[in-house]
């Protein structure tokens, strides 16, 4: 069975189109005999969701599942494939063994739509929450395909690599949060206790004060105003609403897409994030036999940028018309997402018929690339916070000093 590296997975909830859901089995895979799942005749496609009743279905719909939990299922589930055992099987073995009961009823649910002969893929379907649209199309290519074992293996290596890479900045982005909190904590500190006990001070000695100290007073007396912080607080919280339902529609996800890859070192690293995970799909679902159209609409469905949804259907309708894949990348829009190096790589793959393992050492070079990214933006966090905290307390400090050399100045003559 083919090992994979772990790379990440993008959560989406737009809805699979990979294929027809009549398409037919063209291999044997050992536990997923031809005809269904478990051998038996497939029935009508509502026959199992009519059979939950209103209460099972919501109940099931609000299961939280854990990133370990859906990491462990998938491999379990690809390791007892790949040992010849059924599917259902498999999933009722998983279900028994699942710690949450609420996990635990989701696997059997699917084992029973398995049983009633209702594909695998449909199936994960009806859990939107749990499955996002890529894992969904992924299971169904291999259905297609004879090749589930090496599939869920593969789905399993995106959860462990994404679920790592988020440990890992969480990591990095505790210290500077403390940092952060430390540092608000000892500006309120400033601002609502020494500051009025330096003000009577100052008061009393008739000093005039400097023209920071007085923007510094101003924006005191603002914090202390109940009536102005909650005008203002009013305020943030109608904007921060509308904001949100505005990042909603159409036009405000095209922004923030457009936000995200061209915003210096953050943007490259999120296009470097969703180049390598397109061309580690691309990899294995190819060198599993995929055909190179499903290939490309399961990576639509794990991207969640507008700019790469549109590249890679615009590439997608460039290979219907006729074009190679390469050249449907460099004609597409947004082609500058994907590198002339990459489209090179992939033009010599496809006159060598080595497309798959192109996209392999196209996947493992923008992995190394994107993980010692992380690593040089987490090491500059730390200094950046320092940095920019420092300069708002000693700001502050020197706003609340000055007046005290002034007075000090008068005394001395």
Known sequence: MKTTEQFGLENEGEESRLAPSGRQQTQDTPGIPRGGETGLQPQSETSYSESLSQAQRRRLGAVRVKQGELILFSTQLSVMLDSGVVLSDALDAIGEQADREGFKAIIMSLADAVKNGECFSKALGRHPRIFNPMFIS?????????KMPEMLNVLSGYLSFESDTRKRIKGALTYPFIMAL???????????????????????????????????????????NFQAMTGIVTALILLSTALYYWARTSSGQQVIDYIKIHTPVLGTMFVDMVVTRSMRIMATMVNTGVRLLDSIEVIQDSCDNYY????????????????????????????????????????A???????????????????KKL????????????????TVL?????????A??????????????
């Open 349 to 367: 793959g496809e006159k060598s018929g080595k497309l798959g393992d192109v996209c392999d050492k196209i996947s493992v070079f923008y992995e």
């Open 400 to 413: 609340l000093l000055l007046p005290v050399f002034k007075i000090s100045k008068v005394i001395a003559h």
């Open 308 to 347: 790469f949804r549109r590249l890679w259907a615009k590439v997608d309708g460039k290979i219907r018309d006729g074009y190679q894949l390469s050249e449907s990348i460099l004609i597409s829009p947004s082609s500058e997402l994907i590198s002339p190096g990459i489209i090179q790589m992939l033009r």
């Open 182 to 224: 430390m540092a608000v904590a000892a500006t309120g500190t400033l601002m609502f206790f020494v500051l009025p006990r330096f003000m009577k001070i100052y008061e009393a000695k008739g000093a005039a004060l400097p023209k920071l100290t007085q923007i510094l007073v101003g924006f005191s007396g603002i914090l202390g």
């Open 371 to 386: 993980e010692a990214s992380i690593k040089n933006v987490m090491a500059l966090i730390e200094p950046l916070m320092i």
């Open 390 to 398: 420092g300069s708002i307390i000693g700001t502050i400090a020197i």
């Open 138 to 146: 992924m299971v169904k290519a291999s259905e297609a395909s004879g």
